[in-house]
């Protein structure tokens, strides 16, 4: 049974750092595309990163330049590396894959999901 979890996600100031893991239980990890998402409160769930298979990034442009993606395939592990944190930050963060190789940043083209990490950012 495919398997995505979160951990990494906490409380902390505005201008702090986190990093998000996501342990995938996925036969061929190292084919998928791996993407991060958030959900604040009464939004809508916006792409925030995506790394491909052969390490290609690509990010929102909210987090361009603070956030960094980055995956151990020897691992089965995704990362999230958050940086400058800001309060319009604060969202629970899911990863999930997708057997596209082109970095999609829509939720309907990713197959798995996990359950989700929060991270609040206190200004």
């Known amino acids: 049974q495919v398997k995505l979890v979160e951990s990494g996600g906490g409380l902390l100031q505005a201008g702090g750092s986190l990093r998000l893991s996501c342990a995938a239980s996925l036969r061929a990890f190292s084919r998928y595309t791996m993407g991060w998402f958030r959900q604040a409160p009464g939004k809508e769930r916006e792409f925030v990163a995506a790394?491909?298979?052969?390490?290609?990034?690509s990010y929102a442009d909210s987090v361009k330049g603070r956030f960094t993606i980055s995956r151990d395939n020897d691992k089965n592990t995704g990362y999230l590396q958050m940086s400058s944190l800001k309060p319009e930050d604060t969202a629970d963060y899911y990863c999930?894959?997708?057997?596209?190789?082109?970095?999609?940043?829509?939720?309907?083209?990713?197959?798995?999901w996990g359950q989700g990490t929060q991270v609040t950012v206190s200004s």
């Open positions: 790394i491909s298979w052969d390490y290609r990034m």
């Open positions: 999930a894959a997708s057997t596209s190789g082109s970095r999609p940043t829509t939720p309907k083209d990713y197959e798995y």
